[in-house]
T-cell receptor, first 110, second 114 residues
Framework: RKEVEQDPGPFNVPEGATVAFNCTYS??????FFWYRQDCRKEPKLLMS???SGNEDGRFTAQLNRASQYISLLIRDSKLSDSATYLC???????????FGKGTTLSVSS | DAGVTQSPTHLIKTRGQHVTLRCSPI?????VSWYQQVLGQGPQFIFQ???????GRGNFPDRFSARQFPNYSSELNVNALLLGDSALYLC?????????????FGEGSRLTVL
């Protein structure tokens, strides 16, 4: 089983749509969780951290279910500028390395 | 303030050659990590260096090596290049060894092995 698994993509949605990405991780000892965004041929950048209580940043909502080892990202009212690859990321147990999922590509069209 | 800078941005090598990639972290950051991103995959952890010592190593062969200098910049070396080493090599910096927040990536060095 891969350490971090994500929904296969791509997701093609119209502007204004709501889209959800899911991710599972294998190491129950993981303590920190993130969503990174990567634009085409660019470096990954932190989108948001994911907290046990769930957290929201504008149109973006992240949820964590430790019991199921499941992480989600919800994007509401999609914009053209949201088109990118979204990477689910988990710390290794020591907290010294990030373990990335394969990424899910989102394409928002007008 | 300057972000993480990497050089070269693009390079082409042939099988069997070696390559050196360079990275300068954000000023004040003491930890530098290297990741390999093959097309269509997420980045994969290669090394972490903190205070000039290797603090973590991913599942990569001994052909991969790195070091960190007193000014916290870093080099990644890959010997005996294989076609499969073609990838985007990303350097990332952080304040501390243990990440409690954001990891800052450079734009990467895109290596093509022919």
């Amino acid at each position: 089983r891969k350490e971090v698994e994500q929904d296969p993509g791509p997701f093609n949605v119209p502007e204004g749509a709501t889209v959800a990405f899911n991710c599972t991780y294998s190491n129950s000892a993981s303590q920190s969780f993130f969503w990174y965004r990567q634009d085409c041929r660019k470096e990954p950048k932190l989108l948001m951290s994911v907290y046990s209580s769930g957290n929201e940043d504008g149109r973006f909502t992240a949820q964590l279910n430790r019991a199921s080892q499941y992480i989600s990202l919800l994007i509401r009212d999609s914009k053209l500028s949201d088109s990118a690859t979204y990477l689910c990321v988990v710390h290794n147990q020591a907290g010294t390395a990030l373990i990335f999922g394969k990424g899910t590509t989102l394409s928002v069209s007008s | 303030d300057a972000g993480v800078t990497q050089s070269p941005t693009h390079l082409i090598k042939t099988r069997g050659q070696h390559v050196t990639l360079r990275c300068s972290p954000i000023s004040g950051h003491k930890s530098v990590s290297w990741y390999q991103q093959v097309l269509g995959q997420g980045p994969q952890f290669i090394f972490q260096y903190y205070e000039k010592e290797e603090r973590g190593r991913g599942n990569f062969p001994d052909r991969f090596s790195a070091r960190q200098f007193p000014n916290y910049s870093s080099e990644l070396n890959v010997n005996a290049l294989l076609l499969g080493d073609s990838a985007l090599y990303l350097c990332a910096s952080s304040l501390d060894r243990v990440y409690t927040g954001e990891l800052f990536f450079g734009e990467g060095s895109r290596l093509t092995v022919l």
